[in-house]
């Protein structure tokens, strides 16, 4: 039997992660959102691209959460965009909503699956649906760190003059501005960033990197970037379907990890068939140490108000 992959959310991110899910031929997938026509009719345009494309698509598009029901993987992609001047913190009231509702409807119907959150803010939001769903902390994770390397990756890619094949970056800490960028673990060829451009140059490109997804929305001015977080999102969950444990910087749920208690935070994690399988903990100077406390610091205070909005 295949597997079954549910989409929440059938925007830009929504609707290119059913392009490129199909375009694998990981499973079936169900797109759903509250919109109606909206998924349906997208769903319909992608299965209708497959002769074309010589791939037997199976894609539903829904409104009913019902059509979920017994999905091994749940991507939830729903949420309002950033415009151009906000912040994914600016966000944090309005998807938190959504993220709740919408993670109580999965919960009931797919009680089982692995969740991929890629809704922002995104650590805020995994903490959302991590206390909400009750899952084990293997089954929720984060999609921001794929996305932040993959980043880093094509800057340095531009920098250089020099295939992205060629380059591994790691990106830790939350998905926003105090993101940690660690030009020690990064490499072209194995050999580390550090030793092929200057200090100076280097910094600019993690400034940049921090800061991409903000130029995208500037940019675009009335979205943000989907293409990236899609394929970011299906890489994961590749590996996840696969059972291939691939090591990716994922949003992770740390109990001590890191010197962090209690958060999620981007770390390089190894993904298998049951979710995370495991935390991979790098040996991290202190300036590393000291700006992914930062980071942590400013995720935590995210979720300060989540739960002070609660109470």
Request: proline share 4%; aromatic share 4%; with cysteine.
């Amino acid at each position: 039997m295949d597997k079954k992959i549910t989409v929440v959310g059938a925007g830009n991110v929504g609707a290119t992660v059913a392009r490129l899910l199909a375009d694998k031929g990981l499973g079936d997938i169900v797109l759903l959102d509250v919109v109606e026509g909206l998924p349906e009719g997208k769903a319909l345009d992608l299965v209708e691209s497959a002769p074309m494309l010589k791939k037997d698509v199976h894609l539903l598009g829904t409104n009913d959460y019902k059509d979920t029901k017994g999905s091994n993987l749940v991507i939830i992609t729903a949420g309002l965009p950033r415009k151009p001047g906000m912040s994914r913190d600016d966000l944090l009231m309005t998807n938190m909503k959504i993220m709740t509702s919408v993670t109580e409807q999965i919960v009931r119907y797919s009680p089982n699956c692995i969740l991929i959150i890629v809704s922002n803010p995104l650590d805020a939001m995994c903490q959302v649906a991590f206390e909400v769903s009750r899952f084990p902390k293997q089954r929720v994770i984060g999609m921001a760190g794929v996305l932040d390397s993959a980043r880093f990756c094509a800057f340095i890619s531009m920098e250089l003059n020099v295939s992205v094949e060629n380059i591994n970056a790691m990106v830790l800490g939350g998905h926003g501005d105090s993101m940690v960028p660690l030009p020690r673990y990064s490499t072209v060829a194995g050999i580390p960033v550090t030793e092929l451009m200057t200090a100076e140059r280097l910094e600019g490109l993690i400034d940049r990197t921090r800061k991409g997804g903000a130029e995208i929305v500037n940019l675009l001015k009335t979205g943000s970037a989907f293409y990236a977080p899609a394929a970011s999102a299906v890489e994961m969950a590749e590996s996840i379907l696969k059972d291939s444990r691939k090591l990716l910087p994922c949003t992770a749920y740390l109990e001590g990890e890191y010197e962090i208690e209690k958060l999620f935070i981007g770390v390089p994690v190894i993904l298998s068939a049951r979710g995370i399988e495991k935390i991979v903990q790098l040996n991290l100077n202190k300036e590393e140490q000291a700006a992914l406390n930062q980071s942590a610091a400013a995720v935590q205070e995210l979720v300060n108000v989540i739960h002070q909005a609660k109470s």
